[in-house]
């Protein structure tokens, strides 16, 4: 509490005036506000922490005020303010009237010394101000979780000297609608043993979502075995998959080898590019996914396995089933859990956090610091249409990286990548303009307007242009406009 006596007069009054508009705008902003003495009695409340009386216990004013704050609000701390003098900014109480998200701020006399508290409802019913704030930080534990189960895992795994996933949930990066629906899907998918069909373009992160589902599966401390089978040629995919039985053939090894099924097993198998498999081939796939057993080239043993089977393509199976391309039974076998993975450029919101991930993984390889982008270069990555999606957008930052002489990045950089990589048209997302309908700071009666009014205006003309240049996202709207998401609800609920 500064000391008024020292102030000069116009001062003093400055202050006071400052201190009783605080009080107004509180009382008549918040959701509720109550008033106790320094014996903790309720000495008041305002009009709006009236509708909670009823919740409380109490139909009438009086038999709330003038008792004990411990005795008419269960839970309350207001107590321990007035014993400690110190503030309690941000809390939770949870009654008989719900969930709130409140302040604490003790009052002081000329002296210092406190002679009160004043108790202040910023949200009531917290669980719905607050939840996308709260659901942002529950995701953000599972996956901090997931990501301390899977490197213990790996320890364990290169202990045994085992192949093992790289990547968890957490490493796909993304909190808007689309990301955390995909991400949803995959874990529900993880707790099964059934195949796994990821579909979806080119560098949109199938494979690092395949490593995830395994590494949160039962299956995580075996082998995770990947192949790739458009890098394979035709002629060597059979003894790939299925192994080689010794000196099956002329220059086969004496000892034979083991194909992919054989070392997944206890583990994952993960077949990129599905959609690209020989027709021939399909249908020993088929009969090894039935049976679980698998016949090595020149051998006339089977061998049974038991791995789990992620697939994964780019290529629309519907299409090739129709055209007589892919097996039908195959794809009704492959296609249990399908997944659908969204391109970049329907989560276009998740770019910033995408770029910062990115450009980390990259100091961390070749040295030196993160690129770093403004505001204007991220709305134009945002903007463009991103035909090879994430693997894309780690090209374009490595290049516009690798021309610069510093680590920021600038627009101009951007854009001559991008022209040089085919893109024609560049369309950075941009607030539609305010300035033909400026907030005006008189009333129709030509008095000036209090200044939270003007405030609130020009704040609501900008949730709705933020929402216009969205779409009506909202996540994407308050990253626009540099607010978290629940200010943003909370501001856009007021309009």
């Known amino acids: 509490?500064?000391?008024?006596?020292?102030?000069?007069?116009?001062?003093?009054?400055?202050?006071?005036?400052?201190?009783?508009?605080?009080?107004?705008?509180?009382?008549?902003?918040?959701?509720?506000?109550?008033?106790?003495?320094?014996?903790?009695?309720?000495?008041?409340?305002?009009?709006?922490?009236?509708?909670?009386?009823?919740?409380?216990?109490?139909?009438?004013?009086?038999?709330?005020?003038?008792?004990?704050?411990?005795?008419?609000?269960?839970?309350?701390?207001?107590?321990?303010?007035?014993?400690?003098?110190?503030?309690?900014?941000?809390?939770?109480?949870?009654?008989?009237?719900?969930?709130?998200?409140?302040?604490?701020?003790?009052?002081?006399?000329?002296?210092?010394?406190?002679?009160?508290?004043?108790?202040?409802?910023?949200?009531?019913?917290?669980?719905?101000?607050?939840?996308?704030?709260?659901?942002?930080?529950?995701?953000?534990?599972?996956?901090?979780?997931?990501?301390?189960?899977?490197?213990?895992?790996?320890?364990?795994?290169?202990?045994?000297?085992?192949?093992?996933?790289?990547?968890?949930?957490?490493?796909?990066?993304?909190?808007?609608?689309?990301?955390?629906?995909?991400?949803?899907?995959?874990?529900?998918?993880?707790?099964?043993?059934?195949?796994?069909?990821?579909?979806?373009?080119?560098?949109?992160?199938?494979?690092?979502?395949?490593?995830?589902?395994?590494?949160?599966?039962?299956?995580?401390?075996?082998?995770?075995?990947?192949?790739?089978?458009?890098?394979?040629?035709?002629?060597?995919?059979?003894?790939?998959?299925?192994?080689?039985?010794?000196g099956a053939f002329t220059g086969a090894e004496r000892k034979g080898r083991d194909g992919k099924f054989r070392l997944a097993d206890g583990g994952s198998l993960f077949l990129d590019e599905i959609g690209d498999m020989p027709l021939g081939l399909q249908s020993k796939l088929l009969r090894a996914l039935q049976e679980g057993e698998i016949e090595p080239l020149g051998s006339n043993k089977l061998l049974p396995f038991d791995a789990r089977v992620i697939a994964a393509t780019s290529r629309d199976l519907v299409k090739l089933v129709r055209e007589g391309g892919f097996r039908e039974d195959l794809f009704y076998r492959l296609n249990v859990l399908p997944i659908r993975v969204p391109a970049l450029r329907e989560r276009r919101e998740d770019i910033a956090a995408l770029v910062e991930a990115l450009g980390e993984d990259m100091a961390l390889r070749g040295g030196g610091q993160p690129p770093e982008l403004g505001a204007d270069a991220l709305a134009l990555l945002a903007a463009q249409s991103w035909r090879g999606n994430i693997r894309e957008l780690r090209n374009v930052l490595e290049q516009a990286t690798m021309r610069g002489d510093s680590h920021h990045i600038t627009v101009a950089q951007i854009e001559t990548v991008l022209r040089e990589a085919g893109v024609e048209q560049l369309a950075p997302l941009r607030l539609p303009s305010m300035a033909r309908s400026a907030v005006s700071p008189l009333g129709p009666d030509g008095a000036l307007r209090p200044l939270a009014e003007q405030v609130a205006e020009l704040e609501q003309r900008a949730i709705a242009a933020a929402l216009a240049a969205t779409d009506g996202n909202k996540a994407a709207a308050a990253k626009m406009l540099g607010i978290a998401r629940a200010t943003f609800y909370a501001k856009s609920a007021a309009a």
């Not at 509490?1 to 605080?22: F, G, K, V, W, Y």
């Open 1 to 246: 509490m500064p000391n008024t006596d020292a102030l000069p007069r116009d001062a003093q009054s400055i202050l006071e005036l400052a201190a009783h508009s605080m009080f107004d705008l509180f009382a008549n902003a918040s959701e509720g506000m109550m008033l106790v003495d320094r014996q903790a009695r309720v000495v008041w409340i305002n009009e709006q922490y009236k509708r909670f009386l009823p919740a409380l216990g109490f139909e009438r004013v009086e038999d709330f005020v003038g008792h004990p704050v411990a005795s008419v609000v269960p839970n309350t701390q207001m107590h321990q303010v007035l014993e400690t003098g110190k503030p309690i900014l941000i809390d939770l109480l949870s009654n008989r009237a719900g969930t709130f998200v409140v302040s604490r701020v003790p009052l002081r006399d000329a002296a210092g010394e406190v002679i009160g508290a004043l108790g202040i409802v910023l949200f009531d019913h917290a669980e719905t101000a607050l939840a996308p704030l709260i659901q942002k930080f529950s995701t953000l534990q599972r996956d901090l979780d997931e990501a301390r189960r899977e490197l213990a895992t790996q320890r364990l795994q290169q202990g045994a000297g085992k192949r093992q996933s790289k990547y968890t949930f957490a490493s796909f990066v993304g909190t808007s609608p689309a990301a955390v629906e995909v991400k949803r899907q995959a874990r529900r998918a993880a707790q099964s043993s059934s195949p796994v069909l990821l579909l979806g373009e080119t560098g949109t992160g199938k494979e690092l979502l395949a490593h995830a589902i395994h590494a949160s599966s039962a299956r995580a401390r075996g082998p995770f075995i990947s192949v790739n089978i458009a890098a394979v040629p035709d002629t060597l995919l059979e003894a790939e998959f299925f192994g080689v039985a010794p």
